[in-house]
């Protein structure tokens, strides 16, 4: 599996996080597990996971309810904030989801620009969003905001790098693919 942005910690997670916090959610409101990402849009080790997660929705559809939270590392992934800006653009016209599809199914493109404003753009209008509200969006502090408030979550739930994950508010180690993330969801489900 893809390399994680930054090392796993050494010892079993043992980091919680109070569950349903902020962030965007996936899945029905009453699944017995909530499934916490902390992500970074231009992460490979992200991008890698994007596939797995969505396998792991489609296997679950009624037990896992999906909660993303925005943890651009900027200092290693210039463009994850404007992408994660983008993503929050697109909800506030009700298309999170899909422009966080896009935004992972065409990482290897637009991460390898200088700037990706255009790609983001050209999303929205194939999404059918507003383009001026989309990039009055994009540029709105509260939008910002948003995203600097996942980052205070990350931070304090002492999420380790990207992606991160929490099941019912506790870290799990990151599984090493499809199968084993679905045995980790399976030792979660209520008996």
């Not at 959610?25 to 990402?37: D, V």
């Not at 905001?145 to 931070?155: F, G, K």
């Not at 693919?177 to 979660?188: A, C, K, L, W």
Request: with cysteine.
């Amino acid at each position: 599996m893809a390399r994680r942005s930054t090392p796993p910690p050494s010892e079993t997670p043992q980091a919680s996080v109070s569950p349903s916090g902020g962030g965007r959610f996936k899945g029905p409101e009453n699944a017995p597990i909530t499934l916490m990402e902390f992500g970074d849009y231009q992460c490979p080790s992200c991008g890698a996971y994007f596939p797995i997660v969505n396998e792991v929705m489609r296997r679950y559809p009624t037990q896992v309810r999906l909660e993303f939270h925005h943890y651009p590392l900027v200092g290693m992934h210039p463009l994850a904030m404007p992408a994660a800006l983008a993503a929050e653009a697109a909800g506030d016209q009700g298309r999170f989801w899909e422009m966080h599809d896009r935004i992972y199914e065409n990482q290897a493109k637009w991460s390898a620009k200088p700037n990706a404003e255009s790609e983001f753009l050209m999303y929205a209008s194939e999404l059918g969003l507003n383009i001026n509200q989309f990039m009055q969006s994009m540029r709105s502090p509260t939008t910002q905001n948003r995203i600097l408030s996942d980052v205070t979550r990350a931070r304090e739930a002492k999420a380790p790098g990207t992606p991160t994950f929490y099941i019912n508010g506790k870290r799990i180690e990151t599984p090493k693919g499809v199968n084993e993330f679905s045995q980790v969801i399976q030792e979660h489900l209520p008996k």
